[in-house]
């Protein structure tokens, strides 16, 4: 049974990632004003040992829980798009930015008029806020300069315009969208493989010494009839550095760059070194390697209520 393949087919075909900034096709619907998702860079792993507050056995004993940290960059508002509807779905109908934020980004598309859109909110169906990410602040990487869009909550389209204004022109921190305890989604491109064989990228068991003459191979790409190869026979070919969503990872810790020493290994994050700005703590791993760029929203499905987790120790020891 050389060629019985495993993995889920869920994720097919394997695409590979075609730029850095993943995209967010779906954000939750929040009635409080408010940013739903951020970015930051993957610094690396660690472990924590607090107390289980889930409904699990060991609830109410201090356990063991992985955890990964990410650094935030600074991120500046830099303008407010206005989607109207056509057909079945949204489409970006007007956007306005800040004047002198717009030259630094190099932006010529033309600007509507900020006041006449903000008056004009209720015509739309949604509003989001335009940000930039100036990475310059973590010492590593291009230090160009990388736009995204970010949704905001609001009853109606009229509080959202008037939130995003607030905003235009201004730095937001990571403790302006989250809270302790919070869940969040995070979308991010996984690790890069290369070219991988079956063995490695499906799974399927080895051949016998004496079978093929091979032994890293399927052992038949299927039966007479249909006469042909389907889709879902196991072939060497690209794997990894896919887009992935994962959801519900909760929130441990938020920090400043004063409480960046609580979270720093000794010498440093493999690969990435040390945390010298904002960083959030989130329980669990998240795809992709070290100083990836990462997106999270806040949590489309989840139905746990919020509660502050007690972290009585985080782990500092060197990790290489």
Same mark, same amino acid.
């Given at each position: 049974?050389?060629?019985?393949?495993?993995?889920?087919?869920?994720?097919?075909?394997?695409?590979?990632?075609?730029?850095?900034?993943?995209?967010?096709?779906?954000?939750?619907?929040?009635?409080?004003?408010?940013?739903? $998702?951020?970015?930051?860079?993957?610094?690396?792993?660690?472990? !924590?040992?607090?107390?289980? +507050?889930?409904? #699990?056995? *060991? =609830? @109410?004993?201090?356990?063991?829980?992985?955890?990964?940290?990410?650094?935030?960059?600074?991120?500046?508002?830099?303008?407010?798009?206005?989607?109207?509807?056509?057909?079945?779905?949204?489409?970006?109908?007007?956007?306005?930015?800040?004047?002198?934020?717009?030259?630094?980004?190099?932006?010529?598309?033309?600007?509507?008029?900020?006041?006449?859109?903000?008056?004009?909110?209720?015509?739309?169906?949604?509003?989001?806020?335009?940000?930039?990410?100036?990475?310059?602040?973590?010492?590593?990487?291009?230090?160009?300069?990388?736009?995204?869009?970010?949704?905001?909550?609001?009853?109606?389209?009229?509080?959202?315009?008037?939130?995003?204004?607030?905003?235009? $022109?201004?730095?937001?921190?990571?403790?302006?969208?989250?809270? !302790?305890?919070?869940?969040? +989604?995070?979308? #991010?491109? *996984? =690790? @890069?493989?290369?070219?991988?064989?079956?063995?490695?990228?499906?799974?399927?068991?080895?051949?016998?010494?004496?079978?093929?003459?091979?032994?890293?191979?399927?052992?038949?790409?299927?039966?007479?009839?249909?006469?042909?190869?389907?889709?879902?026979?196991?072939?060497?070919?690209?794997?990894?550095?896919?887009?992935?969503?994962?959801?519900?990872?909760?929130?441990?810790?938020?920090?400043?760059?004063?409480?960046?020493?609580?979270?720093?290994?000794?010498?440093?994050?493999?690969?990435?070194?040390?945390?010298?700005?904002?960083?959030?703590?989130?329980?669990?791993?998240?795809?992709?390697?070290?100083?990836?760029?990462?997106?999270?929203?806040?949590?489309?499905?989840?139905?746990?209520?919020?509660?502050?987790?007690?972290?009585?120790?985080?782990?500092?020891?060197?990790?290489?």
């Amino acid at each position: 049974m050389s060629n019985m393949r495993r993995g889920s087919m869920e994720f097919w075909p394997h695409r590979r990632a075609k730029k850095q900034m993943p995209r967010i096709r779906s954000w939750p619907e929040v009635a409080e004003p408010g940013f739903l $998702g951020a970015v930051a860079f993957k610094a690396g792993m660690s472990h !924590v040992m607090m107390m289980d +507050d889930s409904e #699990s056995p *060991s =609830k @109410g004993t201090e356990v063991s829980r992985a955890v990964t940290i990410l650094e935030m960059p600074k991120v500046y508002i830099y303008g407010m798009r206005l989607y109207g509807k056509k057909y079945l779905y949204a489409e970006p109908a007007a956007e306005a930015y800040d004047g002198s934020l717009a030259k630094r980004l190099g932006i010529s598309k033309p600007s509507a008029n900020l006041a006449d859109l903000k008056s004009k909110a209720a015509e739309f169906t949604d509003v989001s806020a335009l940000a930039f990410i100036d990475a310059s602040n973590l010492g590593f990487g291009n230090k160009r300069v990388m736009r995204f869009e970010v949704h905001v909550g609001g009853k109606n389209t009229v509080d959202k315009a008037a939130f995003v204004e607030k905003w235009i $022109g201004k730095e937001i921190r990571i403790s302006d969208i989250l809270g !302790v305890g919070d869940y969040v +989604d995070v979308i #991010s491109i *996984s =690790k @890069g493989k290369g070219w991988a064989g079956v063995i490695k990228r499906f799974g399927v068991a080895r051949n016998t010494r004496k079978a093929t003459g091979k032994i890293r191979h399927v052992g038949v790409l299927g039966p007479w009839h249909p006469a042909k190869v389907m889709f879902t026979v196991p072939h060497s070919g690209h794997m990894g550095y896919n887009y992935r969503t994962e959801l519900n990872k909760r929130v441990l810790k938020i920090g400043t760059e004063k409480d960046a020493q609580s979270v720093n290994v000794k010498g440093g994050f493999l690969n990435y070194g040390v945390v010298k700005n904002d960083f959030i703590m989130l329980d669990g791993s998240i795809p992709g390697p070290s100083k990836r760029l990462i997106r999270f929203r806040k949590a489309l499905r989840n139905t746990a209520p919020k509660k502050e987790p007690q972290v009585n120790y985080i782990s500092v020891s060197a990790k290489n």
